[in-house]
């Protein structure tokens, strides 16, 4: 059928608001020993509960049956919530933050009291029949301690190292004769600098004799891993690039990767893994401009793998084998196995069927495109996907610029229903890497340092007139969405630029100084470093000129908030307080917080909320009605003009 013209956003879509929030899960954290395959999905059908799932030749078990949810809170963002060894299992609950265990008759008990400790990390250790774990405690009068811990089969707790503010990536040998771990201090963000050492594991269980291997202020390492000739290999950036790297007692660090690409991830969370040891070499993943690319190294190695999956989150080995979780553009994110001999992927578990025929699904387009200070930015396009419609003759589609969060991350390419709910409708959207993301190398990620809140914006405003002098995007139909610390982006591209005809800011920072006077440690110091050193009256400074809620007067749009009530990275004050100074301004804007949630949806009620919610918004001001009957939503100042 020919298509039908119509005005954009007012295209009919197979994909409803309902089904993106509820159909698909989030997989994450896959690990491999043999033939058993574990991984940890989200389920919004389930309130958001997370689930440990086991495939064993073909047959899946879930190892976390309601109401358990195997999620950690350490550094609020968890992960390593759980560790697999033979038929036991032990998991972090998030109801109570304790560690809980699963023995082969499939009998759950709780290991450790449900006090202020909160573990991640989880490691077991089979010579002394203990775990080893991360530990937060939140008892602590100021803020919560982070030590490394052993934890016996009664559940009592001993102190192992301590001292130090972070603690991560608890690695034992093949023998546990030793143990490996990353530690940083504050101002430090993990991917700034971090430190590796290793000790020795005396009869008693202590260890003695630690020593720094690699690491250090301005050198980032990441998943140390030892391997089976006795060596401690490792990624770390010396150079500004993530590469592999090797260390044996005794001898020098011998270097077994140079390339300029990325090997590593930003350790927002516990547990991350690219690479690993496998039968005849290593296996890994690396990153150039975005997209990324699976290799095998080792001796006359690295040799690029035939993998058609340019999304790689994860890639965990036993040794032998490897489970790599991996998606693309018009594929969901699946858990692929990959066995001896010849290493060919095997679907073990994927999110869901896709919600769309391949007609339909917008596949995103690299671009690079130059934005100030003669740099240059990176994004991913998605242009307005939908066979049985058209735009009007001559017109470009109206854009959504979207903000990752963190804001050291990345935008992803593999396939999202959320995404493609805008594309079918008639929406362009542009997903921007700023500078400041990952997968760039360390010069691109510091780009943003000092500039947080302006180099950020100015890559997305770039982007818009990017694609409107190409006929990509319509400039004057250009809305900008973003959470956590891309909401932030949100918030000052409207304050500062007029590059934006709405905006839609999901737990964004409005307010930078109590922002960082009321956050979580382990960003409890990241100012230092967006902003400036806090006790320097320059800094001060930029903190007033940086904060949108000083700056609300500026902004000239309506802006739409959701907010979780439960947040404890960005608190819920800070999306309140820039509501409400619209709401005295007289600019239009609504305000959705839901009392249960946290630093991220994950209730399919919610994320159905809000997502009807943004396209009623963003619709309203575009003058236009979705074909899709959306609940009514309140909006303050409505009659102040919203187009």
Request: with cysteine; proline share 7%; aromatic share 10%.
């Amino acid at each position: 059928m020919k298509p039908r013209r119509a005005p954009f956003g007012t295209w009919v879509s197979p994909l409803d608001a309902a089904e993106v929030a509820s159909a698909g899960v989030r997989i994450f954290q896959p690990r491999r020993a043999g033939d058993a395959i574990t991984w940890l999905e989200v389920r919004p059908a389930e309130g958001g509960r997370t689930v440990l799932m086991q495939d064993l030749r073909g047959k899946r078990t879930e190892l976390t049956p309601a109401p358990f949810s195997a999620r950690s809170r350490v550094h609020e963002y968890g992960g390593g919530s759980y560790c697999v060894a033979g038929a036991d299992t032990w998991f972090v609950n998030d109801e109570d933050q304790a560690v809980w265990h699963r023995d082969r008759d499939g009998s759950i008990q709780r290991l450790t009291p449900a006090d202020e400790r909160r573990y991640a990390d989880l490691a077991w250790d089979p010579v002394r029949s203990r775990l080893l774990a991360v530990c937060e405690d939140h008892a602590a009068a100021a803020e919560p301690e982070n030590t490394v811990v052993a934890i016996d089969r009664e559940g009592r707790v001993t102190t192992l190292l301590s001292g130090n503010d972070f603690y991560a990536s608890l690695r034992l040998d093949r023998d546990c004769a030793r143990l490996a771990w990353l530690t940083w201090n504050h101002p430090n963000l993990p991917w700034d600098g971090t430190e590796l050492w290793s000790a020795e594991i005396d009869a008693d269980g202590r260890l003695r004799e630690p020593q720094q291997i690699a690491g250090g202020e301005r050198i980032a390492v990441f998943q140390p891993e030892w391997l089976r000739d006795g060596r401690l290999g490792f990624v770390a950036d010396p150079d500004g690039w993530w590469n592999h790297y090797a260390w044996r007692a005794g001898a020098e660090v011998e270097r077994l990767t140079e390339m300029d690409a990325e090997a590593a991830l930003p350790q927002w969370v516990f547990g991350q893994s690219t690479w690993g040891e496998i039968a005849g070499g290593m296996i890994g993943a690396l990153s150039r401009d975005g997209g990324w690319t699976l290799w095998q190294f080792g001796d006359g190695l690295p040799a690029s793998l035939p993998w058609r999956l340019d999304a790689i989150e994860h890639v965990a080995t036993d040794g032998k084998e490897a489970v790599v979780l991996a998606g693309a553009g018009n594929r969901p994110t699946a858990v692929y196995a990959l066995d001896l001999p010849a290493l060919r992927p095997r679907c073990v578990a994927d999110s869901g069927e896709l919600p769309l025929d391949e007609a339909w699904i917008s596949q995103p387009q690299p671009l690079s495109f130059p934005t100030a200070d003669g740099s240059e930015a990176y994004a991913n396009y998605y242009p307005p996907m939908n066979p049985m419609f058209e735009g009007p003759e001559g017109a470009a589609p109206p854009v959504i610029v979207k903000c990752h969060g963190g804001p050291t991350a990345a935008a992803s390419t593999a396939f999202e229903a959320k995404l493609q709910y805008w594309t079918t409708r008639g929406f362009a959207v542009l997903d921007v890497n700023y500078r400041g993301s990952t997968g760039f190398g360390r010069a691109y990620r510091e780009k943003l340092y000092g500039n947080w809140g302006v180099a950020d914006v100015e890559d997305c405003v770039a982007g818009v007139r990017y694609l409107a002098s190409r006929g990509l995007a319509d400039a004057n139909a250009a809305f900008i969405s973003g959470g956590s610390a891309g909401g932030y982006t949100v918030l000052c591209a409207l304050a500062f630029t007029d590059a934006f005809r709405a905006g839609a800011s999901y737990f964004g920072i409005g307010d930078l100084a109590g922002m960082f006077e009321t956050t979580h440690k382990f960003e409890a110091r990241y100012d230092h470093w967006l902003v400036g050193p806090p006790h320097d009256p320059a800094t001060q400074r930029l903190i007033e000129e940086r904060s949108p809620l000083r700056h609300a007067h500026q902004i000239t749009c309506p802006v739409i908030f959701f907010q979780g009530g439960e947040d404890r990275v960005v608190p819920p004050e800070q999306s309140r307080q820039m509501h409400a100074a619209l709401q005295a301004a007289g600019l239009p804007t609504a305000y959705l917080e839901f009392p249960e949630e946290r630093h991220g949806f994950r209730r399919a009620e919610n994320i159905l909320a809000a997502l009807e919610a943004e396209l009623a918004f963003f619709c309203r001001v575009l003058g236009v009605s979705p074909a899709d009957e959306v609940p009514p939503l309140g909006i303050d100042n409505d009659k102040a003009g919203l187009h």
